[in-house]
């Protein structure tokens, strides 16, 4: 990204750029896998359903994947038919269930429970399949591991071993990383997999590995390559990938200015024009956004915090190589997946100004203003 650009052409802040060229070359790490190994890649659009990210990304995946009616509804406007729409969700209503099975070609079942109730009722005949909770936990935050104790994700694998169910279902789909660098966890999860069900898996047509891996920051690829050649070739099923932040998540920044400068305790504190309302997890979870100005050997640390009430609107401590200044404009990196699609105008602060930087060019795709936000809490 050509940080220098962004600051001096883009005359609103805060502002959401998307770097098309980076969509692409990560789309791109993920096309070679589909024609090496022949596995499906699905964009999973809950991480940024954006309309033009959606066009954008179409022509080198075989489908999306979708969580909900609405994302079912989204996906099906942009493929038009050209490509399939996987949806696993604990959330089927009956009074959807109609209208999702005409949309999604395929469907994991989030439990016994759900698969009995709506499978017999399944008026488009979607390919359908359960969610396994593979009881394998890769991660040390229950907030966001499939497999934590009492998980509401998917069937127990115990519980489905013991069932007649894998006879009668057509697939299987397993989802238990979080922005994984290797494929450690894969490789464990479809072992034990095989050790349950062993030739079983000979009478599904698919299995869907689920999203989770950032496959564009793993240099090599060979181990996953091998294992879904293995599986290929012993069970003759289709093998499904579905990420999301792979596709989009380092393709985002967040262009921000700093509106306010003091010190609060002995440290300068910097308000920007942005907050964790455009950013959500950096307060769910704690974690700090990667910024571009950051210096980790700078002279001038600051704390960069959000200017809504909350307290913990913090983004972090920085450190930056000359003091910051009212007006200095600054670059979150990182941030393209599970930010706007959760951004929020708590406060009344307005959602950020979207931009597309495609071809050397700066599109301006989306600007809100006082009229939506007005919309939203009208009631009369
Ligand atoms: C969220 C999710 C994905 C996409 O995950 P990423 O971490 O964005 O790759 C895929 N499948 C399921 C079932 C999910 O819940």
Not at 299 to 327: H, M, Q, S
């Amino acid at each position: 990204m050509d940080f220098q650009l962004i600051k001096d052409s883009i005359p609103s802040s805060p502002a959401f750029v998307l770097h098309a060229d980076e969509i692409i070359s990560a789309l791109k790490v993920l096309n070679t896998l589909r024609h090496r190994c022949r596995c499906k890649v699905l964009y999973s659009i809950k991480s940024l359903p954006l309309y033009s990210v959606l066009e954008l990304v179409k022509p080198f995946v075989d489908g999306f994947s979708v969580s909900s009616l609405f994302e079912a509804r989204l996906a099906d406007e942009v493929l038009t038919g050209q490509g399939g729409i996987h949806l696993t969700t604990p959330g089927i209503r009956p009074d959807e269930w109609d209208d999702i099975a005409r949309l999604v070609t395929l469907i994991s079942f989030n439990s016994l429970t759900q698969y009995q109730r709506f499978a017999s009722a399944n008026p488009a005949k979607s390919s359908m399949g359960l969610r396994v909770n593979p009881k394998l936990s890769f991660l040390n935050d229950d907030r966001f591991d499939p497999c934590r104790t009492y998980s509401k994700l998917g069937v127990d694998i115990d519980e489905l071993w013991q069932s007649s169910c894998l006879h009668q279902v057509k697939g299987l789909h397993i989802h238990n990383v979080y922005s994984a660098t290797d494929f450690m966890p894969l490789i464990k999860t479809i072992e034990k997999l095989r050790g349950y069900f062993g030739k079983s898996l000979a009478q599904l047509d698919w299995l869907n590995l689920g999203g989770g891996y950032l496959f564009n920051q793993i240099n090599d690829h060979r181990p996953f390559m091998e294992l879904v050649s293995k599986l290929k070739n012993e069970f003759e099923l289709d093998i499904y990938i579905e990420p999301g932040k792979a596709v989009v998540g380092s393709a985002g920044y967040l262009l921000t200015t700093v509106i306010d400068s003091f010190v609060s305790d002995g440290k300068t504190i910097a308000i920007l024009d942005t907050s964790v309302n455009h950013n959500p997890e950096v307060f769910e979870y704690q974690r700090q956004p990667e910024l571009h100005e950051h210096d980790v050997k700078g002279n001038y640390p600051a704390i960069l915090a959000g200017c809504t009430c909350l307290a913990g609107d913090v983004f972090g401590e920085y450190r930056f190589n000359k003091p910051l200044a009212i007006g200095d404009k600054l670059v979150f990196k990182e941030v393209g997946a599970y930010s706007l699609v959760k951004a929020n105008r708590f406060n009344g602060y307005n959602l950020p100004d979207i931009y597309l930087f495609q071809d050397q060019q700066l599109k301006k795709l989306k600007q809100y203003n006082y009229q939506d936000y007005r919309q939203q809490w009208l009631t009369h």
